[in-house]
């Protein structure tokens, strides 16, 4: 009977160990999954925090997020470029980290704003800089403040590209008012009664007839510039051998050239080739001539010149032996309008686009345009074009 009991137990015993081995297993198993589900949880945010970091870095603008106390929770790479603070300014405050007391004060505000705030941000430098900063409180579902939010655009490219603007219509209407005053003035003088004098009738439509023409060379070299600028001319690259085209514009120029006795010397090799659109290098090469016959000394030399850069590449250039350029303006003077000598330039007839037109034009066929020239040892202008393609 003892035995019986013994035996029971026995049996008794293996099931539960058995069925407690199964648990203990079945505990081992699911502690393993949870580890295995927690692990790919951690995984999975950590994916998408590092793909939101990338996405924020990526950003143009800067972003800074604040937490309820105004302490920096996330700052993207733009904003941390922009005020050149670093990733331990996490956790301190906006003025810590940006050091401008108007956008701690615009941060501020949010507690009892609802709206975008919208503030322009000058930046002293160097270099100086414009930003837009727009901020916003950042609520939950109940409308519970939850921090802010604050965008920082850099608007230094458009509020230059916006004063370039503003100087180009100011210089081109003092560029049109200066002859279209003149016209006017000499109209008034003849109705006035000049026109019953022979000698002064021709003196006064000699001035209008001059400064009509100033307008119409100002009028097409603008509307020539805002081409090239905008890219609407379309250049027709075709070979076009140097020398005869320095030949050609030397013919054209030939009167100017003899008035201020000028002599004009070709040096470009014969049979080099350039891949250029025939009108623009012709226009090219003529406003640097007529600069340096403008310029030049009277009674000076100008020469163009060619060689070969590269098996690919050639250089021209225009030389003169008149005053040259003061250093200081030798690399302004390849903007619109701007003349060393303002008087000398309009006495000549110039409108002061020539250099821009030159530039684009070169650039327009891959070419860079660039100006040497000591103080008295006269001026030289070079550009490049590429080299006539075999075949075409
Ligand atoms: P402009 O119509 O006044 O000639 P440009 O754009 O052709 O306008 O030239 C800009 C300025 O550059 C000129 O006003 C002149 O002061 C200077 N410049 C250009 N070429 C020469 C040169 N060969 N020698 C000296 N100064 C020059």
Same mark, same amino acid.
């Given at each position: 009977?003892?035995?019986? @009991?013994?035996?029971?137990?026995?049996?008794?015993?293996?099931?539960?160990?058995?069925?407690?081995?199964?648990?203990?297993?079945?505990?081992? #198993?699911?502690?393993?999954?949870?580890?295995?589900?927690?692990?790919?949880?951690?995984?999975?945010?950590? #994916?998408?925090?590092?793909?939101?970091?990338?996405?924020?870095?990526?950003?143009?603008?800067?972003?800074?997020?604040?937490?309820?106390?105004?302490?920096?929770?996330?700052?993207?790479?733009?904003?941390?470029?922009?005020?050149? @603070?670093?990733?331990?300014?996490?956790?301190?405050?906006?003025?810590?980290?940006?050091? #401008?007391?108007?956008?701690?004060?615009?941060?501020?505000?949010?507690?009892?704003?609802?709206?975008?705030?919208?503030?322009?941000?000058?930046?002293? *430098?160097?270099?100086?800089?414009?930003?837009?900063?727009?901020?916003?409180?950042?609520?939950?579902?109940?409308?519970?403040?939850?921090?802010?939010?604050?965008?920082?655009?850099?608007?230094?490219?458009?509020?230059?590209?916006?004063?370039?603007?503003?100087? @180009?219509?100011?210089?081109?209407?003092?560029?049109?008012?200066?002859?279209?005053?003149?016209?006017? *003035?000499?109209?008034?003088?003849?109705?006035? *009664?000049?026109?019953?004098?022979?000698?002064?009738?021709?003196?006064?439509?000699?001035?209008?007839?001059? #400064?009509?023409?100033?307008?119409?060379?100002?009028?097409?070299?603008?509307?020539?510039?805002?081409?090239?600028?905008?890219?609407?001319?379309?250049?027709?690259?075709?070979?076009?051998?140097?020398?005869?085209?320095?030949?050609?514009?030397?013919?054209?120029?030939?009167?100017?050239?003899?008035?201020?006795?000028?002599?004009?010397?070709?040096?470009?090799?014969? &049979?080099?080739?350039?891949?250029?659109?025939?009108?623009?290098?012709?226009?090219?090469?003529?406003?640097?001539?007529?600069?340096?016959?403008?310029?030049?000394?009277?009674?000076?030399?100008?020469?163009?010149?060619?060689?070969?850069?590269?098996?690919?590449?050639?250089?021209?250039?225009?030389?003169?032996?008149?005053?040259?350029?003061?250093?200081?303006?030798?690399?302004?003077? @390849?903007?619109?309008?701007?003349?060393?000598?303002?008087?000398?330039?309009?006495?000549?007839?110039?409108? *002061?686009?020539?250099?821009?037109?030159?530039?684009?034009?070169?650039?327009?066929?891959?070419?860079?345009?660039?100006?040497?020239?000591?103080?008295?040892? &006269?001026?030289?202008?070079?550009?490049?074009?590429?080299?006539?393609?075999?075949?075409?």
């Amino acid at each position: 009977m003892t035995a019986f @009991f013994a035996i029971l137990a026995a049996i008794g015993f293996a099931a539960w160990w058995s069925t407690a081995r199964k648990r203990k297993a079945e505990a081992q #198993h699911m502690a393993a999954e949870a580890a295995k589900l927690s692990a790919l949880h951690a995984e999975a945010i950590d #994916h998408h925090q590092h793909r939101l970091e990338t996405l924020l870095d990526s950003m143009i603008e800067g972003l800074v997020v604040l937490d309820v106390n105004g302490r920096i929770t996330l700052a993207n790479r733009a904003a941390e470029t922009l005020f050149g @603070f670093s990733r331990q300014m996490i956790g301190g405050t906006l003025l810590e980290a940006v050091r #401008h007391h108007e956008v701690a004060a615009l941060a501020a505000r949010l507690g009892s704003e609802t709206a975008i705030l919208d503030h322009e941000l000058r930046i002293e *430098g160097p270099p100086p800089r414009v930003l837009q900063v727009n901020a916003v409180a950042l609520r939950d579902g109940a409308g519970i403040g939850g921090g802010a939010m604050l965008v920082f655009h850099d608007l230094t490219r458009l509020r230059e590209l916006e004063g370039a603007r503003q100087e @180009f219509v100011a210089n081109v209407s003092h560029e049109l008012r200066t002859p279209l005053s003149l016209i006017k *003035g000499a109209a008034e003088t003849l109705l006035d *009664g000049a026109k019953n004098d022979p000698g002064a009738v021709e003196r006064l439509l000699q001035i209008i007839d001059r #400064h009509a023409d100033r307008l119409t060379l100002l009028i097409d070299d603008l509307l020539l510039l805002a081409k090239l600028d905008s890219g609407r001319i379309v250049i027709h690259p075709e070979p076009s051998a140097l020398r005869s085209a320095t030949q050609e514009v030397f013919g054209d120029l030939s009167k100017r050239a003899a008035a201020r006795n000028v002599r004009l010397e070709n040096a470009v090799p014969s &049979g080099l080739m350039a891949q250029a659109d025939p009108d623009r290098l012709r226009q090219v090469l003529s406003n640097l001539v007529d600069n340096g016959i403008k310029y030049g000394k009277a009674g000076g030399l100008l020469t163009v010149s060619a060689r070969l850069l590269s098996e690919s590449v050639i250089e021209v250039g225009v030389k003169d032996d008149g005053p040259g350029i003061p250093q200081d303006a030798l690399a302004r003077v @390849f903007e619109r309008f701007y003349r060393v000598d303002k008087a000398r330039s309009r006495e000549q007839g110039g409108t *002061g686009l020539g250099l821009a037109i030159v530039k684009h034009a070169v650039q327009a066929h891959g070419g860079e345009v660039r100006v040497e020239s000591e103080p008295g040892q &006269g001026a030289a202008f070079y550009f490049t074009l590429p080299v006539a393609k075999p075949g075409q």
